[in-house]
T-cell receptor, first 113, second 111 residues
Framework: NAGVTQTPKFRILKIGQSMTLQCTQD?????MYWYRQDPGMGLKLIYY???????DKGEVPNGYNVSRSTTEDFPLRLELAAPSQTSVYFC????????????FGDGTRLSIL | KQEVTQIPAALSVPEGENLVLNCSFT??????LQWFRQDPGKGLTSLLL?????REQTSGRLNASLDKSSGRSTLYIAASQPGDSATYLC??????????FGTGTRLTVIP
C-alpha cells in the first residue's frame, strides 16, 4: 500500500526560484495537509484542504500556495524561494471526522541557497 | 492559540528500563491526542491515538494516557529496547482537524 507519496525527496533551490512539491494519496481521504519541520522544532501547519476545490491557510502560509483539483493530489508551490523556507516538508492525509488519524509521507528535504 | 510542550527534550536509558514521556497542552478543547514516532530522515508513524472521551490507549509495550482537564498526556514504554530509539512527538487535534505538535523527545536506548 502506497499511502501518502511525496516527491521529490530532496531538492536544492537558488533564492528566487520556484518549485512545486508533489503529494498524492491513495486512501480516498478527504482531508490533506502540508506541514514544515524546522530543526529541533515541531511540525507547523502551512495549508490544509477538506476536499477537492477547498483549501485554507494554516499557521505559517506566507510564501506558499496550494491547489486541490482532485481528491488524490495536493501540491504545494513555492513561488519565490527564500532561505527561510529551508526545511523538511511533510504532507499528510486523513479521513473525514474529528477522530481520524493523520497519515504522513516521508517528507521532502528542501534547501534554499 | 494551542501550545504543546514535551518534557524532557532528550532522554537516554539503559535497555530494559521502563520510561515515561510527558506532553502538555494549553487548550483542553481537543478532539484527540496522538503520539508519533519519527526516525531520522523519515516521516511520522502514528503509535497511539486517544479520543478526547478516552483516558488511555495501549498497543503492545506502549500505553498512553490522557487527562484532558489538566492538559496532560503521558506515553509509557515498558521494557525499552534499542529499536525504540527515535524521536517521539505528541500532537493534539483541534479546529478543522488540524494537528498542533510538540517539539518532541529524542529517546536513546543504550544496549
Amino acid at each position: 500500500n502506497a499511502g501518502v507519496t511525496q516527491t521529490p525527496k530532496f531538492r536544492i533551490l537558488k533564492i528566487g526560484q520556484s518549485m512545486t512539491l508533489q503529494c498524492t494519496q491513495d486512501m480516498n481521504h478527504n482531508y490533506m495537509y502540508w506541514y514544515r519541520q524546522d530543526p529541533g522544532m515541531g511540525l507547523k501547519l502551512i495549508y490544509y484542504s477538506v476536499g477537492a476545490g477547498i483549501t485554507d491557510k494554516g499557521e505559517v502560509p506566507n510564501g506558499y500556495n496550494v491547489s486541490r483539483s482532485t481528491t488524490e493530489d495536493f501540491p504545494l508551490r513555492l513561488e519565490l524561494a527564500a532561505p527561510s523556507q529551508t526545511s523538511v516538508y511533510f504532507c499528510a492525509s486523513s479521513g473525514m471526522g474529528s477522530g481520524q488519524p493523520q497519515h504522513f509521507g516521508d517528507g521532502t528535504r528542501l534547501s534554499i541557497l | 492559540k494551542q501550545e504543546v510542550t514535551q518534557i524532557p527534550a532528550a532522554l537516554s536509558v539503559p535497555e530494559g528500563e521502563n520510561l515515561v514521556l510527558n506532553c502538555s497542552f494549553t487548550d483542553s478543547a481537543i478532539y484527540n491526542l496522538q503520539w508519533f514516532r519519527q526516525d531520522p530522515g523519515k516521516g511520522l508513524t502514528s503509535l497511539l491515538l486517544i479520543q478526547s472521551s478516552q483516558r488511555e490507549q495501549t498497543s503492545g509495550r506502549l500505553n498512553a494516557s490522557l487527562d484532558k482537564s489538566s492538559g496532560r498526556s503521558t506515553l509509557y514504554i515498558a521494557a525499552s529496547q534499542p529499536g525504540d530509539s527515535a524521536t517521539y512527538l505528541c500532537a493534539v487535534t483541534a479546529g478543522a482537524n488540524n494537528l498542533f505538535f510538540g517539539t518532541g523527545t529524542r529517546l536513546t536506548v543504550i544496549p
